[in-house]
């Protein structure tokens, strides 16, 4: 490490007067002060009005150039809305309360989002933890916010939006607050509501209600999330989309069978911008720790009962988390799950499982330069469902 910082000091210090931008940098955009000169070999691309950036002259030699779409998945087509990467971080360490930033959790590395903005994705989950925001020794979900913890939630929020892209805050809980399962819908609704007004003004934020509930009711899971809603709305939020979850980890592969889809139908949002966000991994417990895929099919498989649900009670799906391993049968099935959900029209988008500067050697980091999912499954996965 310290030799890399000699080196980087050394090249500053001998740089030209405009000091150039690193590779995958931002290099301009709308609001834009910093230099537009991009190191030697890479390029400044514009990506959109936000945001210009230094991508290589030439392709790098580790990945794999992008699959075509057409040669994967034919037929007539709905874009995504909303496609990107979870931004792990701030939720790990969920065992040491509050956690100390640099130790037991981080936030998510600019680096990282610049990279996939570049790439032309757009969208960010950005998981938390309830008990960080809301401690539990200074009065809990109806005491204050912790102003350090809500400040880096909030940074990483707009360093996001600032840059064109949708963040979408999650509270990683599981329905689990303090150890206690949550039930009180009034409680969760009024902390929604605490929270919505924070971010009331940013309509690229996209409120995530509760990351994966389980082994609770779906009836009673339902309650929560339209109490939410509500909450979120009463706050002055009214422009930005809302995101609910499911019992049973909000698996799309269970909608059906977990009782999700008797009782999520009857969601109701005043304005009317609210979608089910469902989960799917591709290992053969439904976990995402397998690398082994079932089948080179079973990304379709998995998703066919919810795509028909959401036709069926004329809702939208965004798929919030998918991951699988870097291997043929996973490749496949990755890019038979995303052409599905293209082909039937009713989901908005989909978020891989996961970024994040944590995740080590994990098989389904996507954390640039190296995590194990950038060199196959993003050309061939998904890059040609942009
Ligand atoms: C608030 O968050 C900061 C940063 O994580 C932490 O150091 C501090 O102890 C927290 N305060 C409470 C009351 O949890
Ligand atoms: C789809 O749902 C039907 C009944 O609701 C069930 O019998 C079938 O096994 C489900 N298929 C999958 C792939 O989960
Ligand atoms: C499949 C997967 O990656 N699950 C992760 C979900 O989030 C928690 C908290 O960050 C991780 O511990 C799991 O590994």
Request: hydrophobic share 40%; glycine share 12%; aromatic share 10%.
């Amino acid at each position: 490490m310290k030799s890399v910082i000699l080196s980087l000091a050394v090249a500053l210090a001998s740089a030209a007067p405009a000091m150039s931008v690193v590779v995958w940098g931002q290099c301009g955009g709308s609001g834009y002060g910093g230099s537009t000169v991009c190191d030697a070999g890479s390029t400044c691309v514009k990506v959109n009005d936000y945001y210009s950036q230094c991508q290589p002259s030439s392709a790098t030699s580790t990945a794999t150039a992008p699959t075509s779409s057409s040669s994967i998945c034919s037929g007539t087509r709905t874009k995504f809305k909303f496609f990107g990467v979870n931004e792990s971080g701030a939720e790990f360490g969920n065992t040491v309360i509050p956690g100390a930033l640099g130790t037991d959790y981080t936030w998510p590395s600019p680096s990282s989002i610049d990279y996939f903005i570049g790439q032309g994705f757009n969208t960010f989950r950005v998981p938390f933890l309830m008990e960080r925001v809301s401690p539990p020794s200074t009065g809990g979900l109806t005491g204050p916010f912790n102003q350090t913890y809500l400040s880096g939630l909030k940074d990483t929020v707009s360093y996001i939006t600032g840059k064109g892209g949708y963040a979408a805050i999650d509270p990683h809980n599981f329905m689990i607050y303090n150890g206690a399962t949550l039930t009180d819908t009034s409680a969760f609704q009024a902390w929604w509501q605490k929270l919505a007004t924070e971010f009331k003004s940013n309509d690229h934020v996209i409120f995530d209600l509760q990351n994966e509930p389980h082994d609770i009711p779906a009836q009673t899971v339902f309650n929560l999330m339209q109490a939410g809603v509500n909450g979120v709305r009463a706050a002055g939020a009214t422009s930005q989309l809302i995101l609910v979850e499911g019992t049973s980890w909000t698996g799309a592969w269970t909608w059906t069978t977990s009782g999700n889809s008797n009782a999520f139908g009857a969601i109701k949002d005043p304005n009317n911008n609210v979608a089910i966000e469902m989960h799917q991994y591709l290992d053969s417990d439904g976990s995402g720790t397998s690398a082994t895929c079932v089948s080179s099919t079973i990304g379709a498989e998995r998703l066919q009962n919810a795509t028909a649900w959401l036709k069926q009670n004329n809702l939208k799906g965004l798929l919030g988390e998918i991951g699988a391993g870097s291997n043929a049968a996973c490749i496949s099935a990755v890019q038979g799950a995303l052409c599905e959900m293209q082909q039937s029209g009713v989901w908005l988008g989909a978020l891989w499982w996961a970024a994040g500067p944590w995740w080590g050697t994990y098989y389904q980091s996507i954390e640039p330069p190296s995590g194990p999912a950038i060199a196959s499954i993003l050309p061939q996965a998904l890059v040609p469902f942009l």
